[in-house]
């Protein structure tokens, strides 16, 4: 799955800031505007944004994606994009991925 593709590669501080500047300047500046507010560089920012989409994102969130790339012209920059757009507008929706995650853990007494 392409996703799977995002997050092997994307979860690379390197590859994420390339990947982030080939979106363009705009979109770049935006995403460099959230790193900066969590004291963090765009690379390390995107990949770590993978990384809990990764781990913490529901299924419904992952068709999203999946819909985003089908038929993209470059459908990982695609999803990569979409990923990060729900951490630069909706931080909250991020914390909601940890929170849920947390939440199904099992009730062992151990962290999730």
């Known amino acids: 799955m392409l996703i799977d593709e995002i997050v092997r590669t994307c979860s690379h501080e390197k590859v994420a800031q390339a990947a982030v500047a080939s979106l363009g300047f705009a979109f770049a500046s ?42 993209a012209d470059q459908p990982i920059l695609r999803g990569l994009q979409i990923i990060l757009e729900r951490e630069i507008e909706e931080p909250e929706s991020a ?14 007494g151990c962290s999730p």
Do not use: N
Not at 50 to 57: D, L, T, Y
């Open 30 to 71: 935006r995403v460099k505007k959230a790193a900066d507010e969590h004291g963090l560089s765009v690379g390390a920012f995107a990949a770590r944004a993978v990384r809990e989409f990764a781990g913490e994102a529901h299924a419904v969130e992952r068709r999203v994606v999946g819909r985003a790339m089908h038929k």
């Open 95 to 108: 914390i909601r991925w940890r929170d849920a995650a947390r939440h199904a853990a099992p009730e062992c």
